[in-house]
């Protein structure tokens, strides 16, 4: 089994900073892909921010300029760096995982338990 567990989620005023991490454990060959998501009540999971083994990166528009992804592949780790925070960037975020558990087979999706970042006005 692989687990992804994210940490540093919590109460920021606006304006203010945050950095996530999500850190990939159990037994498996590689990491593809990783990726970061949030989902508010009542609406959708929305892509935040997309990074791919060699650190090439996408944003939602939304995050554009505020947002930062990053990864350590040797420590198989992401981060999503968060600065200028709106009250509209509270939401539990996810990290994703296409994950190789062995060399013969297909990568798989694998999510985090999420964390829950909270913009006070």
């Known amino acids: 089994q692989v687990q992804l567990v994210e940490s540093g989620g919590g109460v920021v005023q606006v304006g203010g900073s945050l950095r996530l991490s999500c850190a990939a454990s159990?037994?498996?060959?590689?990491?593809?892909?990783m990726g970061w998501y949030r989902q508010t009540p009542g609406k959708e999971r929305e892509l935040v921010a997309l990074?791919?083994?060699?650190?090439?990166?996408n944003y939602a528009d939304s995050v554009k300029g505020r947002f930062t992804i990053s990864r350590e592949n040797a420590k198989n780790t992401m981060y999503l760096q968060m600065n200028s925070l709106k009250p509209e960037d509270t939401a539990v975020y996810y990290c994703?995982?296409?994950?190789?558990?062995?060399?013969?087979?297909?990568?798989?999706?694998?999510w985090g338990q999420g964390t829950l970042v909270t913009v006070s006005a």
């Open positions: 159990g037994s498996f060959v590689s990491i593809n892909g």
């Open positions: 990074i791919t083994t060699g650190g090439n990166s």
């Open positions: 994703n995982a296409q994950i190789y558990y062995t060399y013969y087979e297909h990568y798989r999706e694998v």
